[in-house]
T-cell receptor, first 117, second 113 residues
């Protein structure tokens, strides 16, 4: 089930089940979105990305869905494994005009995924 | 090689100390970033360098002083920090082009006493 803790929403899933992590973003002008996975004591790790002109993208065991109408992003993980336990952040990316290509990344609040063996 | 390295992994410093955090990448990325992350919170952008020049300073206090000596290195000089500055400091890098992924280092966990 899904619960909201003091600071970080937590999603608990049984090993082998599918997980769905949701994210609401704020800037309708964002060009590009990324899902990052952050394990304890490590930096964020890229999982999958999607551009604003797409609504779905699939990777290995992961799928990202983008609904621009309601500014909503979701990450689906198939056959969740114990190694998937981590905090997942969505991030919206904009490249300011005349910036030469550097990115401004705004992270969502994060969801902690706990996989029950 | 998609690795961003950061040193030290952990740092404890007093409020009167001067210390530096270091970040290195050899992916040829010309954009480098510093983020601050408090426990159970998302990373917050502090600084962006592009072509070794400071492009963004997100209203960071002057007790944090970034430096980009060359295209592979990024430093963060710390002086007269406060206990509330204790956090995980993350470095990232990316190509300078739209839609390019930022790669993050493992971070330096800083404790200010």
């Amino acid at each position: 089930g899904e619960s909201v803790g003091l600071h970080l929403p937590t999603l608990s899933v049984q090993e082998g089940d599918n997980s769905i992590i949701n994210c609401a973003y704020s800037n309708s002008a964002s060009d590009y979105f990324i899902w990052y996975k952050q394990e304890s004591g490590k930096g964020p790790q890229f999982i999958i990305d999607i551009r604003s002109n797409m609504d779905k993208r699939q990777g290995q065991r992961v799928t990202v869905l983008l609904n621009k109408t309601v500014k909503h992003l979701s990450l689906q993980i198939a056959a969740t494994q114990p190694g998937d336990s981590a905090v997942y952040f969505c991030a919206e990316i904009t490249s300011p005009p005349f910036s030469g290509g550097y990115q401004k990344v705004t992270f969502g609040t994060g969801t902690k995924l706990q996989v029950i063996p | 090689d998609t690795e961003v390295t950061q040193t030290p992994k952990h740092l404890v410093m007093g409020m009167t100390n001067k210390k530096s955090l270091k970040c290195e990448q050899h992916m040829g990325h010309r954009a480098m970033y510093w983020y601050k992350q408090k426990a159970k919170k998302p990373p917050e952008l502090m600084f962006v360098y592009s072509y070794e020049k400071l492009s963004i300073n997100e209203s960071v206090p002057s007790r944090f002083s970034p430096e980009c000596p060359n295209s592979s290195l990024l430093n963060l000089h710390l002086h007269a920090l406060q206990p509330e500055d204790s956090a995980l400091y993350l470095c990232a890098s990316s190509q300078l082009a739209e839609g390019e992924t930022q790669y993050f280092g493992p971070g330096t966990r800083l404790l200010v006493l």
